[in-house]
């Protein structure tokens, strides 16, 4: 053996990491499996300090504040970061000044006093373009048990949170628990109430916005988008069949998901993304209205680069494309294929954008 010779190299086994989270496989064909399940765009939660995407802002908080945190993000993140909206601000002053607008305080609570007509709220109200209406509908108990929901009062605002119609209703069935403690409603509140059939009448007028019901789903239609927490469960109450492609739902949006997909509470996300308290004690629909709206519009602002890639309807997709083809490609290109799981709601403000051009 020639003592001058090289020595053997160690082989090493070649990695190859996803674009997106950083996640590593051994063989490419585990990546491409990774990057067709993983749904990576644009438009999902990502760190500002390295880049990384998370599926949901649970999971991008846990990265920045949690427990098994990366530690160079944390450190920039506490020193940098809004704890609300999780964004990194360059300087000290720019961060203080932005926390002055990300903070919000809660709105005043409607109450629930006994006015003229039950407290009824009606006003004519028109606008150019789709914007959205926000609702929250008081339960009270039906049944034997009390267990089943009818609704007794339902308000609307728009993204001004003004109050464009609000109004105690006359339940369907008998009334066996007011929950007094949650809605704060006694039988005198709904003793000259609205009917259900006129309340339903009313609001799908303000939502249908003189729109016919054959273009009703067309997203290019004057219909309003309609955002809630838990929307179907008061719709359902209401027996109001609305479009879903016009529905905003804070409870199943998948970024405001907690990490196992499951639904947070209305009071949860207000305090976590907001910065304030909400149903400490009654819950008052209009705070509540005011809060999913807040919470809407904060999702909606965000700032995607190429808003349009990697849309759920958008062209490009794993589909189209041969598995050789797909291991051949870089991880990145393998990222500018991809597509997302879910309707952005960035999307929504270059639609009323065009719509009000």
């Known amino acids: 053996m020639d003592a ?5 190299t160690r082989s090493r086994t070649e990695r190859h990491k996803c674009f ?3 996640k590593q496989f051994k063989k490419k064909e585990h990546l491409v499996e990774h990057m067709k399940i993983s749904y990576h765009t644009p438009h999902q939660p990502k760190c500002g300090v390295c880049q990384k995407h998370c599926k949901s802002f649970e999971s991008l908080r846990n990265h920045l504040t949690g427990p098994l945190s990366r530690a160079g993000c944390s450190r920039t993140f506490s020193a940098q970061g809004c704890d609300l909206c999780l964004k990194l601000y360059d300087s000290p002053s720019s961060l203080g000044k932005h926390r002055e607008i990300c903070h919000l305080s809660a709105p005043a609570s409607l ?6 007509f039950a407290g009824s709220v009606d006003v004519k109200y028109t606008t150019k373009g789709a914007k959205a209406i926000a609702i929250n509908c008081g339960l009270v108990g039906g049944g034997t048990d009390g267990s089943l929901d009818l609704c ?7 993204e001004d949170e ?6 105690y209703v006359q339940p369907q069935s008998a009334v066996t628990d007011y929950r007094y403690e949650i809605t704060g409603l006694t039988e005198e509140h709904l003793r000259n109430s609205k009917s259900h059939k006129e309340v339903q009448d009313r609001i799908l ?3 249908y916005n003189g729109e016919s019901a054959r273009r009703l789903m067309s997203d290019s239609g004057k219909a309003r988008l309609l955002v809630g927490h838990d929307l179907k469960r008061g ?5 109001i069949n609305y479009p879903g492609h016009l529905l905003r739902d804070t409870a199943k949006y998948r970024p405001l998901l907690k990490t196992n997909l499951v639904s947070h509470s209305l009071k949860y996300l207000t305090k976590t993304y907001l910065g ?4 400490t004690g009654e819950h008052d629909p209009y705070v509540d209205c005011v809060s999913v709206m807040r919470l809407y519009k904060r999702m909606r602002a965000q700032d995607h680069q190429g808003k349009g890639i990697g849309t759920p309807d958008s062209d490009s997709g794993f589909e189209s494309q041969k598995a050789e083809e797909l291991e051949n490609m870089t991880p990145d290109e393998l990222y500018q294929i991809s597509k997302s799981d879910y309707k952005c709601w960035c999307l929504d403000s270059s639609i009323a954008a065009g719509l009000n051009s």
């Not at 304030?276 to 149903?279: A, E, M, S």
């Open 4 to 8: 001058e010779a090289d020595p053997p």
């Open 20 to 22: 997106a989270c950083y």
């Open 111 to 116: 109450g629930t006093k006994i006015l003229p």
């Open 152 to 158: 007794a009062r339902v308000c609307l605002v728009d």
């Open 162 to 167: 003004n109050i464009i119609f609000h109004t």
């Open 205 to 207: 007028e303000i939502l």
């Open 235 to 239: 719709l359902d109450c209401l027996r």
């Open 276 to 279: 304030y308290d909400i149903q």
